[in-house]
């Protein structure tokens, strides 16, 4: 689902992605772990096509990404092109950037309303479901400010979920929640990670990350220092930088 060879990307003289090689398969879940800095957001955006890559190979469900597609020549049609693959890929970020001036229920009825098309009768109903699926189909007619940090976050894996991405992209999606509201946004992402969905979730959430996911990734320095099992990567890593990271973050 997500292939990435050598891929760099730099901002000005700051090389942040120095030869990132990944694979992800279908259905699996990968946490990309690191130190600040190390450049896992823009790896991230990078897979959005958020940003450009500058070097390397990089394609998701086999389209290649941050590349001119084959035969066009438009820039608009480009950007429709680029368009169209992002609306396959869902993004949570650390800060819930729902709309404030709608309800939660509005919230995940927008996208597919207004870039899918779809009837608000029918959107409504599909948001319902997937209001019910993160545990919030009582709070439906709340606004963002009614709701906490982590209902918000939740309302937010809903919303990207009503585009029936193929792809989830998570950054940080618990480390701007107090304590005792991560857990139930863990298990949303738990339960999602059960149903199949392919995932790469920014995370420091080593628990998560040993429980849920199929691959573990420890980035620093713009560079994968070591990948594999997530059993292994955590528990016995091989480099000295991860095992750095885990005393900090244990
Ligand atoms: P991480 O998510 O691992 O903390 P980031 O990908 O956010 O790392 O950042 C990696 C490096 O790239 C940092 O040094 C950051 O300051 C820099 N960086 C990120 N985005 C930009 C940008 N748009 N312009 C310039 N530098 C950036
Ligand atoms: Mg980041």
Do not use: W
């Not at 120095?18 to 694979?23: A, E, M, N, Q, Y």
């Not at 189909?137 to 940090?149: F, I, K, V």
């Not at 298990?187 to 959430?205: I, P």
Request: aromatic share 4%; net charge negative.
């Amino acid at each position: 689902m997500v292939h990435a060879e050598g891929v760099r990307k730099h901002f000005g003289k700051l090389q942040v992605l120095k030869g990132i090689d990944l694979t992800v398969e279908r259905g699996q879940v990968c946490c990309l772990l690191g130190p600040s800095g190390s450049g896992k957001s823009t790896f991230l955006r990078c897979i959005n096509h958020l940003e450009k890559i500058d070097g390397g190979r990089l394609s998701v469900d086999g389209e290649p990404v941050g590349h001119r597609p084959q035969g066009t020549r438009l820039h608009e049609l480009r950007e429709r092109e680029v368009a169209a693959r992002r609306r396959d890929i869902g993004m949570v970020f650390q800060r819930f950037n729902l709309f404030p001036h709608m309800t939660a229920l509005e919230n995940v009825m927008e996208a597919p309303v207004k870039v899918a098309g779809a009837t608000r009768d029918r959107a409504r109903d599909e948001a319902r479901a997937l209001l019910d699926q993160v545990g919030l189909a009582d709070r439906e007619g709340h606004y963002p400010a009614e709701l906490s940090g982590g209902q918000q976050q939740r309302v937010a894996i809903a919303r990207a979920l009503a585009m029936k991405p193929k792809l989830m992209l998570f950054d940080e999606p618990t480390s701007a929640l107090d304590p005792e509201l991560v857990g139930d946004v863990l298990d949303v992402m738990r339960r999602l990670a059960d149903d199949g969905m392919t995932m790469v979730v920014v995370t420091h959430e080593i628990g998560f990350a040993r429980e849920v996911a199929d691959l573990a990734v420890f980035m620093d320095e713009g560079v994968v220092v070591e990948s594999g099992d997530p059993r292994r990567v955590l528990a016995e890593p091989e480099q000295e930088r991860t095992r750095a990271f885990l005393s900090k973050v244990l």
